[in-house]
């Protein structure tokens, strides 16, 4: 970590300039998390799925000075490097083997000789910024956003406590390190000093591996990881006994695969909902029975409240636009004032998401606002669809979306995934599903088979790709 922020120093990289990342798990990005905490220099971690259009765009809005990639961007990187006049030359490092490209260097090349030494103190305050984390792009252009050092280490803390970890705990994350999720048990064990196991990629069978030879005691997933997880072969209960936090965040798991779990692996799961722009509600795994269908209450130190169009708040089992505050919010959209005003009204961030309060306070979703199909005149949200679906035993995952239509304005149409070894038509889902939803309007207008879902680097499901490759 020392001889990489010196060497950041001493290529005249300061504190407030961005250093981008365009890598996927692996130790030189780890170390430029760590180097960024130290010296104030703001990291800006990509997704490796974009596209050369993508990366450039963000290397821009970003104002970026320096990249440090995987040795397989070079191409990329060669093709759009002219079109980003703010990076230098040599300020182009590769990670990985093969860097035998004019004008990049090796990462190895680039710390060798930089002292070891702890490098000058950075004078942090609370307001510097950290990082700036481009969202996950499914409901549209990513924005990127802003956590200073204050936000990151109320990270460290809160999700300590949420979670229950300890300095002997054993935190296992496979999931990509450019997720904002990682950072939420990345940076409890950077606080606590924990075991900390990063696997290259997801998969399952190397996952339940893990649990069981390191002891593993804690674990994140998004939704599609943990059905692969209880959807494969070698899962079995027994083997993942030192588990005691398994959690889902970054998109809402199916209550099938919730009551699943609970019956799996009693008393270990938690259900995280939240936005990276800083609200988050945590289902403790003391309430994952008795509030199966919820997401549970605001974190500590946080606040939320339930909004009508109007602005005023409603009252218990009344749905409206989710709206929270706290420590963890941001202070911005970078470079984007407008977006920044649109999101964050009087303190108060709004979440775009539509859900309820019981009379005890915790939330249920609803459904993303931009989601909602107006079908002949009523609000038909596809997760409730969804849910009905979800519970096919040959549906591993489904997405619910809206179309044109000539008669009703939008009809609901659905997009599945089977279980390994299921099979079931298209038409015949569908009327399975028909006959269960609670209402007419929740009918399917259409149904089909996908061998897998479109996902972003988070492995959160792109609806919009679905939807768009359907309309096509």
């Given at each position: 970590m020392n001889q990489l922020s010196n060497a950041l120093l001493a290529a005249g990289i300061t504190k407030g300039d961005k250093v981008s990342t365009v890598m996927t798990n692996r130790l030189e990005l780890i170390l430029m998390f760590l180097a960024a905490a130290k010296t104030g220099i703001v990291i800006v971690p990509c997704s490796t799925l974009l596209q050369e259009s993508g990366l450039k765009r963000l290397l821009t809005d970003s104002d970026t000075v320096m990249v440090i990639a995987d040795a397989s961007f070079a191409p990329m990187l060669d093709r759009i490097r002219g079109d980003l006049p703010a990076i230098d030359t040599g300020r182009y490092v590769l990670a990985g083997d093969d860097v035998a490209v004019r004008g990049f260097v090796a990462f190895d090349q680039f710390v060798q000789g930089a002292p070891r030494t702890e490098p000058p103190d950075a004078a942090l305050v609370d307001d510097d910024v950290y990082n700036i984390m481009y969202s996950s792009g499914t409901t549209g252009l990513p924005k990127g956003i802003v956590h200073s050092h204050y936000i990151r280490a109320m990270y460290c803390t809160m999700f300590a406590t949420t979670f229950r970890i300890m300095p002997e705990s054993v935190a296992l994350h496979a999931g990509a390190m450019v997720f904002n999720g990682a950072m939420m048990t990345f940076l409890p064990w950077l606080y606590l000093g924990c075991r900390y196991i990063v696997h290259e990629s997801f998969d399952a069978e190397r996952m339940i591996d893990e649990i069981e030879s390191s002891g593993v005691t804690h674990s994140l997933m998004v939704p599609s990881q943990i059905i692969a997880l209880l959807n494969h072969p070698k899962f079995d209960p027994a083997k993942l006994q030192s588990l005691q936090m398994l959690t889902s965040v970054g998109?809402?798991?199916?209550?099938?695969?919730?009551?699943?779990?609970?019956?799996?692996?009693?008393?270990?799961?938690?259900?995280?909902?939240?936005?990276?722009?800083?609200?988050?509600?945590?289902?403790?795994?003391?309430?994952?029975?008795?509030?199966?269908?919820?997401?549970?209450?605001?974190?500590?130190?946080?606040?939320?409240?339930?909004?009508?169009?109007?602005?005023?708040?409603?009252?218990?089992?009344?749905?409206?636009?989710?709206?929270?505050?706290?420590?963890?919010?941001?202070?911005?959209?970078?470079?984007?004032?407008?977006?920044?005003?649109?999101?964050?009204?009087?303190?108060?961030?709004?979440?775009?998401?539509?859900?309820?309060?019981?009379?005890?306070?915790?939330?249920?979703?609803?459904?993303?606002?931009?989601?909602?199909?107006?079908?002949?005149?009523?609000?038909?949200?596809?997760?409730?669809?969804?849910?009905?679906?979800?519970?096919?035993?040959?549906?591993?995952?489904?997405?619910?979306?809206?179309?044109?239509?000539?008669?009703?304005?939008?009809?609901?149409?659905?997009?599945?995934?089977?279980?390994?070894?299921?099979?079931?038509?298209?038409?015949?889902?569908?009327?399975?599903?028909?006959?269960?939803?609670?209402?007419?309007?929740?009918?399917?207008?259409?149904?089909?088979?996908?061998?897998?879902?479109?996902?972003?680097?988070?492995?959160?499901?792109?609806?919009?790709?679905?939807?768009?490759?359907?309309?096509?």
């Open positions: 998109a809402p798991l199916l209550l099938e695969y919730k009551n699943r779990i609970n019956e799996a692996l009693p008393g270990r799961f938690y259900e995280l909902y939240g936005l990276t722009e800083g609200f988050i509600t945590k289902l403790d795994k003391r309430d994952a029975v008795t509030k199966t269908s919820s997401v549970g209450v605001p974190m500590d130190l946080q606040e939320m409240k339930i909004l009508d169009d109007t602005g005023n708040e409603v009252a218990a089992g009344v749905p409206g636009e989710i709206c929270g505050r706290g420590p963890l919010l941001m202070p911005g959209y970078y470079n984007r004032p407008d977006l920044t005003a649109d999101a964050i009204v009087d303190g108060w961030l709004h979440s775009g998401d539509v859900g309820y309060v019981d009379e005890d306070g915790y939330l249920y979703l609803v459904d993303r606002i931009k989601d909602m199909i107006l079908s002949g005149g009523v609000n038909v949200y596809p997760r409730d669809i969804e849910e009905v679906i979800g519970t096919h035993p040959a549906v591993a995952e489904v997405a619910v979306f809206g179309v044109p239509d000539d008669k009703w304005g939008e009809v609901p149409v659905a997009a599945v995934t089977l279980v390994n070894g299921e099979s079931i038509t298209p038409d015949d889902l569908m009327e399975w599903a028909n006959e269960r939803v609670q209402a007419k309007y929740q009918r399917l207008a259409n149904c089909f088979v996908l061998a897998e879902f479109p996902r972003n680097v988070a492995g959160k499901t792109l609806k919009r790709e679905i939807r768009r490759d359907y309309l096509e």
